[in-house]
T-cell receptor, first 111, second 112 residues
Framework: QKEVEQNSGPLSVPEGAIASLNCTYS??????FFWYRQYSGKSPELIMS??SNGDKEDGRFTAQLNKASQYVSLLIRDSQPSDSATYLC???????????WGAGTKLIIKP | DTAVSQTPKYLVTQMGNDKSIKCEQN?????MYWYKQDSKKFLKIMFS???????INETVPNRFSPKSPDKAHLNLHINSLELGDSAVYFC???????????FGDGTRLSIL
């Protein structure tokens, strides 16, 4: 079992719809979770961080965390073509909070 | 003002050469990282320094040697470059180990 699993996609979503990105992780001790966006040829860019169970909203983005199910998700409302990118899920593990990176989900927003 | 800057952006060199990549952050962060992203796009941690102390040293060939002269700088030296070293190398920093990481633009290394 991979430490972090994400659907590689591509996930195609019509413009204006809600994009839902999912991630499961294996380390029950993980306490910090991060979503990054990476455009092709660019560096990863932080979208959201979440530390507690439940939902965390920031503009059009909502992160959801369920530690019991070892599941974290990212919802993007009113999807825009500029949201087309690869989204990386990264839980932190261990005393050094080392990020364990998923392979990423490629999201395509169709105008 | 660039927060995390890496030089050079592109590095094309031949097998067997030795090269260095430099990283500087002006965010006042305590922790810095080196990552490798290969052609399959997997991000792999290589090294992490906290206040100039090495805290993460993943299974990386000893041809790779990091050096942190101060909190704001983390350099990566690579000896005897091999074809498999071709990748994008990202430097990142975070205020403390448990906080979000901020990435530099990357150094694209190509080995001929």
């Amino acid at each position: 079992q991979k430490e972090v699993e994400q659907n590689s996609g591509p996930l195609s979503v019509p413009e204006g719809a809600i994009a839902s990105l999912n991630c499961t992780y294996s380390d029950r001790g993980s306490q910090s979770f991060f979503w990054y966006r990476q455009y092709s040829g660019k560096s990863p860019e932080l979208i959201m961080s979440i530390y507690s169970n439940g939902d965390k909203e920031d503009g059009r983005f909502t992160a959801q965390l369920n530690k019991a199910s070892q599941y974290v998700s990212l919802l993007i409302r009113d999807s825009q073509p500029s949201d087309s990118a690869t989204y990386l899920c990264a839980p932190a593990k261990g005393s050094n909070y080392q990020l364990i990176w998923g392979a990423g989900t490629k999201l395509i927003i169709k105008p | 003002d660039t927060a995390v800057s890496q030089t050079p952006k592109y590095l094309v060199t031949q097998m067997g050469n030795d090269k260095s990549i430099k990283c500087e952050q002006n965010l006042g962060h305590d922790t810095m990282y080196w990552y490798k992203q290969d052609s399959k796009k997997f991000l792999k941690i290589m090294f992490s320094y906290n206040n100039k102390e090495l805290i993460i040293n993943e299974t990386v060939p000893n041809r790779f040697s990091p050096k942190s002269p101060d909190k704001a700088h983390l350099n990566l030296h690579i000896n005897s470059l091999e074809l498999g070293d071709s990748a994008v190398y990202f430097c990142a920093s975070s205020s403390t180990q448990d906080q979000p990481q901020h990435f530099g633009d990357g150094t694209r290394l190509s080995i001929l």
